[in-house]
């Protein structure tokens, strides 16, 4: 790199035969080093082969390098250097050797601290020991880049700003008019001077049947009845003293006819202009009614002053039109204020105002109470009714209001609350007695038919032990030459006499004896299957299971089993011939249901009144504890059992049982 970097000039020839023969008097070391030293700047010289010579102060401070690192040595080998400072400082380098003027450019430096510094190189042919050398200044700009950066962010957010702030107010600008426009009333700004408008929505001309630039011609003693022009300054002119104004006059429209008109005057001042803002509202309707609601007045006060209800008459803006005798006994003077802030010191409309919601709703009635405390601190009650006034048309132009005094109601229906909780609590009081006593009377009577089965039970226990008694004899009697088949065979008669014999004892202990439930939570689907087990299902019999596990109960999961199994086998039994046994479930949010449906010869329908009783039973043999002993079990989880059925049609069977059972 450096060879390239070198090239003897015919101007270098020159100077060096200049030297050889004495012509050069001039110390440019001497002046170089001054140079140097008066430049405010890091500055270097560097020679044609790219090799620093010289260096002042300044450029040791930003450097934080020692002369023994930096003369003598290339800018290339110069750590504090990127890649790409050296790349843009060879090329400008070889640039001035071709003697091209090169513009002042940047380059960064990365000095011991770490710290990156952005400087501006500017460099100027000197002589340095006879021979030409850059002088090259380093201005360091890293402030001032900084400082743009941080302005150009600062130019940025406040351009954003500014944006925000048009797009802000472009959309008030629309908003207000949207609702300008849009208002149900005339809003006019009127300049004083000429009484003309200068703006004004589409109301305010609509009002007086005018196109729009018909109506921008006009001035107010062009439309107002009964006023000259000079008594229009003179009105402005109060108005103009006193800041605003409310009162009625008449206008007159294009056509002629005479509209009676609010209008609400008010000073605005806009670009130094003082302007009127006026609201017109056009009250000829209103008028109109109140003066013929006023015509009716007397023959209402007649037929109302002794009726002892309270009669109002209330306008759309919640002014009083007229009251009976009976309201304005309380409320002397009440006329022509508003209702809300007379009858109950409220600055808005009462909540669950009966006469608002005929104006909102088109309600055709309304009725609530309402209650307060008289002058007195006594607590009162009032119900509020109310109904539309209408004009012909059918519009609701106002609302009639009664007040009827409900104070003794309200005071003898909480007497009767108070008397009908205490009537609840002695309804339970016997209730729960009641339900003490028929305990006793159940439990009496169930004793009762164990007393009355106790022949029953004499005679179906005489059958197994007959035949117990019958076997042993015959094995006695027969003992030496019995055969080994004989033998089994009466031992088995003996068994089966035993069981039947345990499970008449067995089912009348069970019916006896209050059930203790053993309380867990299961699935249906996990009862039915513990159930299913003990049961052998005949192959000609198709079992639908649709129960779920998603249906969770607190039960005793032993007697729960029993009863499905005890149902399962009747349903069984009933289908000598095959058929379909379909089991599911269902359930809500406090019970669950399960349902047997089977498609077996069916029940009787004079056997289904008394299906759960105990003893009764159409099999040949058992005492018909089975369904009898199934109902207390669901009963005592606080469930039911029921059945439905017709012959040969089946029957179906449903439990209901709480999800929650208390033992």
């Known amino acids: 790199m450096t060879a390239n970097l070198s090239r003897e000039t015919e101007e270098d020839k020159g100077k060096k035969l200049k030297e050889e023969s004495g ?6 070391e001497q002046v170089n080093q001054i140079l140097l030293e008066v430049v405010p700047d890091p500055a270097v010289i560097v020679n044609q082969q790219g090799i620093f010579v010289n260096a002042n102060e300044e450029f040791y401070k930003i450097t934080h390098l020692n002369p023994k690192n930096i003369i003598g040595k290339s800018f290339l080998d110069l ?57 090259v200044i380093l201005h360091d700009v890293t402030d001032r880049k900084k400082a743009a ?14 944006e925000e702030k048009i797009q802000e107010i472009k959309e008030n600008e629309l908003r207000y008019q949207i609702l300008f426009n849009q208002a149900p009333v005339g809003i006019l700004i009127i300049d004083p001077e000429t009484t003309q408008a200068v703006e004004f929505n589409e109301e305010a001309h609509k009002q007086l049947g005018y196109s729009r630039e018909e109506f921008s011609e006009l001035k107010i003693s062009d439309y107002e009845v009964n006023e000259t022009p000079k008594e229009t300054q003179l009105r402005i002119k109060s108005i103009l003293q006193e800041g605003r104004a409310q009162f009625e006059t008449k206008h007159r429209t294009k056509n002629g006819e005479i509209r009676q008109v609010m209008n ?16 017109t509202k056009d009250v000829t309707e209103q008028k109109k009614m109140e003066e013929a609601l006023q015509l009716e007045r007397d023959k209402l006060e007649t037929v109302t002053d002794n009726i002892g209800v309270g009669l ?9 039109i007229w009251v009976n005798s009976f309201l304005r006994r309380f409320n002397p003077g ?3 204020k508003i209702c809300y802030s007379t009858f109950n010191n409220l600055d808005t409309v009462c909540p669950d105002c009966s006469v608002k919601k005929i104006f909102d709703n088109n309600t055709e009635f309304d009725s609530h109470d309402y209650a307060f405390t008289d ?8 119900q509020l009714i109310a109904t539309p006034i209408k004009d012909k048309d059918g519009n609701v132009i106002a609302a009639l209001e009664a007040s009827v005094d409900v104070t003794e109601k309200k005071l003898l229906e909480k007497k009767l609350r108070e008397y009908s909780e205490n009537l609840e609590q002695l309804v339970e009081k016997r209730t729960e007695q009641l339900k003490q006593a028929e305990k006793a009377l159940l439990k009496a009577e169930r004793f009762a038919a164990i007393g009355e089965t106790a022949a029953m039970v004499g005679h179906d226990l005489r059958n197994p032990l007959t035949a117990i008694k019958n076997a042993v004899y015959y094995l006695r009697a027969k003992q030496q030459s019995i055969s080994a088949e004989q033998f089994q065979q009466m031992l088995s008669l003996i068994d089966k006499s035993i069981e039947r014999a345990d499970k008449i004892i067995s089912d009348l202990l069970e019916y006896s004896r209050e059930p203790k439930l053993q309380l867990s ?5 996990a009862i039915l299957k513990e159930a299913l087990q003990q049961i052998q299902i005949p192959p000609n019999i198709t079992l639908q299971d649709l129960t779920s596990n998603d249906h969770v109960f607190t039960v005793d999961k032993e007697k729960l089993s029993r009863v499905f199994i005890n149902i399962i086998k009747n349903a069984v039994e009933a289908m000598p011939n095959g058929g379909t046994l379909q089991i599911k479930s269902t359930q809500n949010r406090q019970y669950i249901e399960v349902i047997f449906a089977d498609t077996g010869i069916g029940i009787p329908e004079e056997r289904l009144n008394n299906l759960f009783a105990p003893l009764v039973t159409s099999k040949a043999q058992g005492m018909g504890f089975g369904l009898a002993i199934c109902k207390r079990f669901v009963e005592a989880h606080g469930g039911t059992i029921t059945v439905k059925s017709k012959e040969n049609e089946g029957a179906t069977f449903t439990i209901t049982v709480p999800k929650n059972s208390e033992s």
């Open 23 to 28: 012509e050069v008097g001039t110390n440019f």
């Open 79 to 135: 750590n504090i250097l990127s890649s790409e400072a050296k790349r843009v400082l060879a090329e400008n380098f070889v640039r001035r050797l071709r003697d091209e003027v090169i513009a002042p450019y940047e380059i960064s430096l990365k000095v011991e601290s770490g710290e990156e510094r952005i400087v501006e190189i500017k460099g100027k042919k000197i002589t340095h020991n006879n021979k030409p050398a850059d002088l």
């Open 149 to 162: 950066k941080q302005l150009e962010q600062y130019s940025k957010q406040l351009n954003a700003m500014v």
């Open 264 to 279: 609400t005057m008010q000073i605005v001042e806009l670009k130094g202009r003082k302007l009127l803002h006026v609201v």
């Open 312 to 320: 109002g008459i209330i306008s759309k803006d919640y002014r009083i």
């Open 334 to 336: 009440c006329e022509g």
């Open 375 to 382: 002058r007195d601190g006594n607590p009162r009650w009032v």
């Open 521 to 525: 939570k299961y699935s249906v689907s």
